[in-house]
């Protein structure tokens, strides 16, 4: 009898326990990390997407630098994806083992990742403690400022300085008092066009935090790729299609110089595109080859006794995808070509069995469900600064980074938050063998009914991005009110009074008619 490759254990509820106690530091430290992300990039989010916008020349000109920004921003995880499938095809240890790539029990050195791109992190903060105590204040506020100055040399340019200073409001934000906080929350909470905007980008959080996130795990679980191939396929190469569109989307909103309510078409045009490109992966899927958990052939040679009924080390025979080389009676192994060979299976009948899952000769639905997950994010990935945009040209000037903050903690606390654990919940409901099934914690899925998994997360997805459609579009009657083409109106005004401003020898031109 063949010696399995895990300890036999019969009390699985003591394991399960055991396992569960152990991972209680792991998780916490998981959670601290987060945290600590978080308050990282909190003021990225809020303050340095506003300063720049307070420093283009052209109000237009603030989706395309925008975009740069969060094009780079969304490079990052495309890098850690294309350098966590490096690091996963060695093994956890760093050490010299037995098993392969493709073997079901193969855990990759996924931490070597955490240490690598911690050194690139404490580099640049170091470059980041360069920078000023106080940033210069923006040109536009220190136009209307300078302007105010000119109240002694003529009416008129006091009457100009009222104004300017009342368009883009160079007080004091309110938001730094508690009452101004309130009147902050009351003038955003009571905007129409902010509110659909954020709603909608909370509902398009579950896409990228959910959907997004789970792909590598489909590529591997539905697919049966490694971990390595499932993070190139499934995490590389589709984020880096949408972080180029990203960038695409910025480009041509300020090309063209699109108005308030054409930002928001163009957002509702390229969720929708997003939706309509994921409805074809409905119909991608490779033939399963379920396990069969034990042969009636093979009862005369097979000590219960003997064989861990929990165990799930899935070997291949003729089509048909086996639990483990103990229930059918393999007597030994060998290694060739770097994969394992199970002999004298089936009761000593000279039948060799293949370590892992049973595999179709031929399937390319995952080549064009990946074609369909770049075109989805492409067109989802271009309508990131163009949300952005939107934000900020539907709010004053002072309630700027107080609106991308709300909407950035409301987003994290609606989608980025309970997104993953929704998806992981929905994928958990499909598993068709548990590490541990009589356990209260059930361990790791080994297994799953990939048909059900298919249609459940593809279900899941196009229902909350059909949602941020509807929440889109619900926002083009809003953005054609009174108040955002007159704001509109102010923040042309600002740009062309900045534009205008006289240099030459800092001396005021004045109209012959005073």
Known sequence: ???TTTTVLTNGTTVANKEQAQNIPATILYC???????????PFYCL??????????????TAKYVSIVMACYTVGPIVGFGAGAAFLKLYVTLGETYLTEADSQWIGAYW???FVFAGFLITFVFLLCMYPKKLPETPKLNTAKEDIKLEDNCKSASEKADRLAEEIEVAIPAARNITGLFKSLGRLFTNPLYLLVMLANCTAGYYTSGWTGFLPKYFETVFNFSSSDASIYGGALPPLFGAVAVFVGGFLTSKYKLSLQKNVIFLTVGTGLGAVFLIPTHFLTCEQFSSQLSPANTSSCVDPCKCDADMYVPLCYDGQTYKSPCIVGCDGYTTIDDKIHYTGCLCGQNITM????????TCNAPYIYMVCAIFSMASLGSCVSVG???IMRSVSEDDKSFALGIQSSLASLLAWIPAPILYGTIIDSTCNIWEFPGAKDRGYCMEYFNTEYKTKYLWMTLG???VTCLLCAAAIPASGMKKYKELEKLQEKANAAEESKPEENGKLEVSPAL
């Open 112 to 114: 070597v990742g955490y």
């Open 354 to 361: 293949v370590d892992g899952i049973c595999q179709p000769e």
């Open 32 to 42: 601290i990390g987060g945290f600590i992300m978080g308050l990282g990039y909190a």
């Open 1 to 3: 009898m063949i010696a």
């Open 464 to 466: 909350t991005v059909a």
């Open 388 to 390: 952005i945009n939107i």
């Open 48 to 61: 340095s997407l506003v300063y720049i916008d307070n420093n283009v020349e052209d109000v237009h000109d």
